[in-house]
């Protein structure tokens, strides 16, 4: 069972997201509106796994996953778009991201990104 954050500032999504992830048997640790939220929810709930939407208003998710892995190098985040570019996808792997899903989300695939992500 993984401990899961999840980022994303559009509530459908998160709903969503924590539907597939707690049927798959993991736990909802934290749930963040901004990547600066997360950045400092992460010390306090310690998830083995964070789901980040890399489009957030207010904030760039790429540059949120290069704060997040420089403070917490020990931080598995999977990136999420609904925009599935190649150019996007290399760099946020580049970044550090352990992985990178499109949305809409589908179960199989994030539980197959955590299972991953927990073997790491």
């Known amino acids: 069972m993984a401990r899961v954050m999840i980022v994303d ?3 459908f999504e998160r709903i969503s997201m ?3 992830i707690s049927k798959a048997g993991h736990e909802i640790v934290a749930e963040a509106l901004t990547g600066s939220e997360a950045i400092k929810m992460y010390p306090v709930c310690q998830p083995d796994y964070v789901i980040m939407d890399i489009a957030m208003p207010d904030d760039d998710g790429v540059a949120i996953l290069k704060e997040m892995l420089q403070k917490y190098p020990e931080a598995k985040i999977c990136i999420c778009t609904a925009l599935a570019q190649q150019a ?3 760099e946020v792997i580049q970044a550090g991201a ?3 899903i499109v949305k809409p989300y ?3 695939r994030v ?3 955590i299972r991953r992500a927990l073997e790491q």
């Open 106 to 108: 589908r179960a199989e």
């Open 88 to 90: 996007i996808v290399i």
């Open 18 to 20: 924590k539907d597939i």
């Open 111 to 113: 539980k197959q990104s």
């Open 98 to 100: 352990v992985d990178f």
């Open 9 to 11: 500032n559009v509530a």
